[in-house]
């Protein structure tokens, strides 16, 4: 009696199929990176406002790549240094040629020229020593590279004119020496996948996301301005708040307490 054998075709297909998977994550990396070469571009040519718009572009594609590569199964080691070497190009030489394009080129061209490239130097430090940490946090060790290029880009978006007088020079060198250095520090970030608005009432938490969304779409340049750079300082307020009031910031231990099992699960 004949047995009747099973297709291997249907598993072909899905063995291909997998394998292409893993060019989706990619492609959007790729498309990231694309944002910040156009924004490197955007500023040698003077175009500052549509430097910043392709740089937030990257932002959103950076913050989607990761996580279409874990809907997709397709995670790799290869997708990991790959998005660390883009975020490289989008988030720190993009915004260091950015920003000396705007502010120093012209009254700090030499120190300018140090300042901006310790964006790049510092976010890339900043990456690597997050590629090898192996401890589970709920949150950052230094503030994260995105958020340096949102600090020092919103600021840029806000003002698009180049700075003209020297006083303003110095001031955003010193600041940008501060994002970079910030980038390199051991001092604590929140992270926002495991920041919690309220006590789980969700009508409070869709109000304030309503909220937060007005704001944005009719005073967008003022908001992020506020919220990018008060989270970059965000790391002074809850380190020293720690240690100076610790009962009074005994509320937010939550928030830097090591990862939990099933926090570990649902981002794998």
């Known amino acids: 009696m004949d047995t009747e054998r099973p297709n291997p075709r249907p598993r072909l297909v899905r063995g291909k199929l997998q394998g292409k998977m893993f060019l ?64 490289v190009v989008a988030f720190g030489v993009a915004p260091a040629v950015l920003v000396y394009m705007w502010a120093f080129q012209n009254i700090a061209d030499e120190f300018g020229l140090v300042i901006s490239f310790s964006l790049v130097a510092c976010g890339a430090t900043r990456l690597a020593r997050f590629n090898i940490d192996t401890a589970h946090r709920q949150h950052f060790v230094g503030l994260p590279i995105p958020a340096a290029a949102g600090a020092v880009c919103s600021i840029i978006y806000m003002l698009p004119e180049p700075l003209s007088t020297a006083g303003a020079v110095y001031m955003m060198l010193g600041y940008t020496a501060l994002i970079a250095g910030l980038m390199v520090s051991t001092l604590p970030f929140f992270s926002v996948k495991h920041l919690r608005l309220t006590d789980g009432n969700p009508r409070m938490n869709i109000a304030i996301l309503a ?26 307020f809850f380190y020293f708040g720690s240690r100076l009031a610790p009962n009074l910031f005994a509320r937010f231990n939550s928030m830097f307490a090591p990862a939990s099992e099933e926090q570990e699960a649902a981002e794998a």
């Open 211 to 236: 909220a937060a969304v007005a704001l944005v779409w009719y005073q967008h340049k003022i908001v992020l301005l506020l919220v990018l750079n008060l989270y970059a300082m965000s790391g002074f």
């Open 24 to 87: 989706i994550p990619s492609l959007v990396t790729v498309l990231s990176n694309f944002c910040g070469f156009l924004a490197i571009i955007s500023a040698v040519t003077g175009h500052f406002e549509y430097a910043v718009k392709a740089i937030a572009v990257a932002f959103i594609l950076a913050g989607l790549d990761g996580r279409v590569a874990r809907r997709l199964n397709a995670t790799s080691e290869f997708g990991r240094e790959f998005d660390s070497l883009s975020d």
